[in-house]
C-alpha cells in the first residue's frame, strides 16, 4: 500500500493580535509542497512554526489561508477521515495518555473502529506485544518511566494502523538509551513519517528535510545540506537575547571546564 | 518486529486512586453494570437511612466493606492510603458533630461517607475503566435520539474518573514547585499556577484526544 501523499497549496496559518481587529500574527506563512517520501523531517529553531506545520497534518490546526490535502481529502472539510489516516505524537506523552493503564489506554484508541469487545481486547494484547509492552498492560501509565510513555503514546496512535505518523518531537524528553529505542522504532515502521526534531545527526540522514525559520519554510531538500544550511543560518542569526552580554556578576573562571 | 524487553515500572505514585487492580475474585469478576447499579443503590440506602439508624447501618456496611476487600485480596494498604485523603474531612466533620448533636450522629455521618468512598474504590479497583465506560455507553444509547453520543458520554465519565489523580498530581507538582521557591507559606503562588496548569493540562488531553481522532 503506498501512504497517502500529503499536499500543502498555499497553506498558512495565522492569528489576531489580542487587543486589535486589524492586526495579524503570522505563525507560518502560505506554504506549498508535496511529502511523497518514506522519511521528512522538519528542523528550525524554537518558535519558527515547525510544531504549527506538523499540527496542519493531521487537521488538528485549519490553515487560515490555502488548504492541506491528504490523500485527496481536505483536512478542513474531511478532519476525520484525515486523522483515520495521520496519527499525531506529541514531545510529551503524558499529555497524551488518557486513560489510566496502559492496556486501557490502547483500547482508547481502537474504541473507534467499532469492534466487538473480545476483538477488542486481543488486538490491544496484540499491539503491547509488538511494541514490547505486555508486561505493562495493567500498570499505571504514571508509573511507567518516560520512555515507556512515549512508546506507549505511540502504540497508542499506531494501533490504528493509520498510513502517515507525524511527531512533535518526541525524543526530546528521553535519555539516550530511550531516544534510541523510539529512533529505533520509528526506522522500522511501514509508516510515511513526518519527524519535528532538534536531533541534527537523525535529520541528516533523512531522504527530506524542511528547514524552517521565522514562520515559513527556507530549505527543502535531501538530509545533509539541509542540517549544512541550518547550521549556517543558526551561526548568522542569534536569538534575540544575546546571553553572552548578559552580567550574572560571576568571573569567567567560574564555567565548565 | 523484535520484542523489547520492558523495564521495571517507577514506584508507584499516589496517582493510583481508584486504578484497577487485576486478580480472580468473585468482584472482579461481577459485572460492570450489576457493581455500578448496586454502587448507587448502596448510596441511595446510606443516604436516605433514618438518621437514628444511620450509625449501625453506616458500621455495619463498612465492617462488610473491608470484609470484602480482605476476602478478594485488595492492597489493603493502597486502600487505606487512598482513604487517608479523608481524614481531615472524616475528623473534622465527626468532632463537630459529636459536640453539636452527639456520637451517634457523628458515627452515623463519618461511617456514611468512609463506606461510600470504599464503595466506589472497591468497584473501580475490580473493574477495568474501559469496562465502565462500555456500560455507560450502553446505559446512554436510547439517548441518541435526543443527540447525545453514548461515546462521548463513556469519554467523559472516564476523563473524570482520570481527571481526579490528575489534578492530585497538579497540584503536588505546583506545591513542589512553590516550595523549591521559597513559596510554601504563600497560597496565591500555589492556588493561581494550579488553576493554570489544570487548564493548561486540560488543553493539551483535549488536543490530545482530537490528534486521535476519538473525538470525532
Known sequence: MVPAAIELDGAGVRVGVPGSSRRWHEILAPTTFTLTERRVCVIGANGSGKSTLARLLNGLVLPTTGRVIVDGLDTAVDGAAVRRRVAFAFTDPEAQLVMPTAGEDVALSLRRLGLPRADRDARVAQVLDTYGLTDLADVSVHALSGGQRQLLALAGVLATEPEVLVCDEPTTLLDLRNRQAVVSLLDRLRQRIVLVTHDLALAARTERVLVLDGGAVVHDGPGEPAVAFYRDLMTETPGPADVADVDVGTSPDHGWR | ?216
Open chain 2, 1 to 216: 518486529m523484535r520484542r523489547r524487553r520492558a523495564e521495571t515500572p517507577r514506584i508507584a505514585t499516589p496517582h493510583t486512586l481508584g486504578l484497577f487492580v487485576p486478580g480472580r475474585s468473585w468482584l472482579h469478576r461481577a459485572p460492570a453494570a450489576s457493581k455500578l447499579v448496586a454502587l448507587m443503590l448502596l448510596g441511595l440506602g446510606l443516604t436516605l437511612a433514618p438518621p437514628d439508624r444511620a450509625w449501625a447501618l453506616g458500621t455495619a456496611t463498612l465492617g462488610a466493606l473491608v470484609g470484602i476487600a480482605v476476602a478478594t485480596h485488595l492492597p489493603l494498604g493502597r486502600l487505606a492510603r487512598d482513604l487517608r485523603g479523608l481524614t481531615v474531612v472524616v475528623v473534622t466533620l465527626g468532632a463537630y458533630q459529636w459536640w453539636r448533636s452527639g456520637w451517634e450522629v457523628a458515627l452515623g455521618i463519618t461511617s456514611t461517607l468512609l463506606a461510600l468512598v470504599l464503595a466506589g474504590l472497591l468497584a473501580t479497583m475490580t473493574t477495568p475503566l474501559g469496562d465502565v465506560v462500555d456500560v455507560m455507553v450502553r446505559a446512554t444509547r436510547p439517548l441518541r435520539r435526543l443527540g447525545l453520543d453514548p461515546e462521548w458520554v463513556g469519554l467523559a465519565v472516564a476523563l473524570t474518573l482520570r481527571g481526579i489523580p490528575t489534578l492530585i498530581e497538579v497540584f503536588a507538582e505546583t506545591r513542589d514547585a512553590a516550595r523549591a521557591r521559597g513559596l510554601d507559606r504563600h497560597p496565591r503562588a500555589l492556588l493561581v499556577p494550579a488553576v493554570l496548569r489544570t487548564v493548561a493540562r486540560a488543553r493539551r488531553t483535549g488536543e490530545a484526544l482530537a490528534a486521535r481522532g476519538v473525538a470525532d
